[in-house]
């Protein structure tokens, strides 16, 4: 249990201290515009993309990333995503669905919104570094011991998934009391987050710094 309790210290080091990502800023744009329901679709995907990850690392899957041009790639590539993703929301028109309306158009399958937080976060080479680079370093803490690690990232994961659920359920109560220039200033903030981060990853890999 001490094994499971260390992995959700981590899990709560990750959600104060890096859980302001791109992933972050398209979690509470989610909460707002489509509420609740959706937030945890997406969250679920980024999820599973973090389960994926840790499973690959810990399971010695990780050489098909050892190569530097591959990291190269996946930052330029990613980076130029994440502008495009970026543009396209800080464009988007935003207004406050009335739930009223029984006219208002169908919302996107679930399956949607979970391919876009999968896709959000492997995108991200950071995400992969990063979880690697901690997997690393758990691996010689437990000596390599495969159950202690399923057992330790099982809290680290349970723990962030629960604190962005927590983060759309605080966006989407927001929706009650904000007006649609709030909903296109959350839009321009977040295009111009996400847009930034990625043009930081392309320059970042491209003049590796």
Not at 1 to 30: D, H, K, R, Y
Not at 39 to 59: C, Y
Not at 116 to 133: D, E, M, Q, R, S
Not at 150 to 169: P, Q
Request: aromatic share 14%; net charge neutral; proline share 3%.
């Amino acid at each position: 249990m001490n094994v499971f309790i260390e992995g959700t210290i981590l899990g709560l080091s990750l959600a104060f201290l890096f859980g302001f990502g791109p992933a972050f800023f398209a979690l509470i744009q989610t909460g707002i515009y489509r509420g609740f329901f959706p937030g945890i679709l997406l969250a679920t995907g980024i999820f599973l993309n973090d389960l994926l990850i840790v499973a690959l690392s810990i399971f010695g899957a990780t050489s098909i990333l050892s190569n530097v041009e591959n990291f190269n790639t996946i930052g330029i590539g990613g980076g130029i995503l994440l502008v495009i993703f970026g543009i396209i929301t800080y464009k988007r028109k935003t207004e406050i669905e009335d739930s009223d309306n029984t006219n208002e158009v169908k919302p996107p399958h679930p399956i949607i919104y979970i391919g876009k937080g999968f896709l959000l976060n492997a995108v991200n080479p950071f995400v992969w570094i990063f979880w690697i680079g901690i997997i690393v370093g758990i691996t010689a803490q437990y000596n390599a011991d495969t159950t202690k690690m399923v057992i330790f990232f099982s809290g680290t994961l349970s723990v962030v998934l629960l604190t962005d659920i927590i983060k759309t359920f605080a966006a989407s109560k927001l929706k009650k009391i904000v007006t649609d220039k709030f909903l296109i200033l959350v839009n321009k903030i977040s295009g111009v987050a996400i847009s930034l981060f990625g043009i930081f990853l392309v320059v970042r890999t491209i003049f590796d710094f």
